[in-house]
């Protein structure tokens, strides 16, 4: 078994002063830690892996290909391979976990 504490891989991506931490990866998937402070624009570029988001903290619009939705702790989103995708009007610090599958590469 692998188990993690959210507090734990928080304190560990900031020391390394990056966005985002992978923390496991898998055969068929892996899962990090992306963090946005509010008012921060996202660069990510769209991934050859499907994805899903949950989202953890904070507040932020999210654009999936043309289409937009307000996410907040709690909220899930399915954003498929290859989909250009951003998080902006991050109004709260942002903190989601992100499933890929398969592994990002």
């Known amino acids: 078994m692998k188990a993690f504490r959210l507090d734990e891989l928080e304190a560990e991506r900031a020391a390394n002063e990056g966005a985002y931490l992978q923390f496991l990866r898998e055969r068929n998937m892996?899962?990090?830690l992306y963090a946005l402070d509010a008012g921060e624009s996202d660069p990510q570029q769209p991934h050859r892996e499907d994805e899903v988001y949950f989202v953890?903290?904070?507040?932020?619009?999210?654009?999936?290909?043309?289409?937009?939705?307000?996410?907040?702790?709690?909220?899930?989103?399915?954003?498929?391979?290859?989909?250009?995708?951003?998080?902006?009007?991050?109004?709260?610090?942002?903190?989601?976990?992100v499933v890929f599958s398969p592994p990002e590469s």
């Open 30 to 32: 892996s899962v990090g």
């Open 56 to 97: 953890v903290s904070g507040r932020a619009s999210i654009t999936v290909g043309m289409e937009t939705t307000q996410v907040g702790r709690g909220s899930v989103v399915y954003v498929p391979a290859g989909v250009p995708h951003k998080f902006h009007h991050i109004s709260e610090d942002l903190r989601v976990m």
